[in-house]
């Protein structure tokens, strides 16, 4: 793949990977702040 291309597959999927990482925290905070305590 062109440089290119895998700039504009980033752009085009940067919400959809933002939205994974959001979810994927939400998903990690309560368990590693359950562990804390």
Known sequence: ???ARV???RKDHRA???FATGL??????????W???
């Open 7 to 9: 700039d504009s597959f």
């Open 24 to 33: 994927t925290l939400l998903l990690l905070a309560p368990l590693i702040y």
């Open 1 to 3: 793949m062109s440089p």
């Open 16 to 18: 959809a990977i933002r």
């Open 35 to 37: 562990q804390v305590i």
